[in-house]
């Protein structure tokens, strides 16, 4: 599983830290930074969890 996150659409809401820090942390600018693009298995659920609760659906698995 692969995850990336949409520069355009993030907005710097932090859900997705909040949900799998090993996976997504904030940059100095304040918007996502996927830290582990292939997802470590044991993290599927809270990526797929953080996809489901970005409010900007910036978040796409493939
Ligand atoms: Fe950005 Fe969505 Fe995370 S807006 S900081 S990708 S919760």
């Not at 355009?8 to 600018?29: K, Q, T």
């Not at 996927?34 to 996809?51: F, G, K, Q, Y």
Request: proline share 6%; with cysteine.
């Amino acid at each position: 599983m692969r995850v990336t996150v949409d520069d355009d659409r993030c907005r710097g809401h932090g859900v997705c830290c909040a949900i799998c820090p090993e996976v997504f942390a904030l940059s100095d600018d304040g918007y996502a930074e996927v830290l582990t693009p292939d997802v470590p298995a044991e993290h599927e659920n809270s990526v797929r969890e953080a996809v489901e609760s970005c409010p900007e659906h910036a978040i796409t698995l493939s």
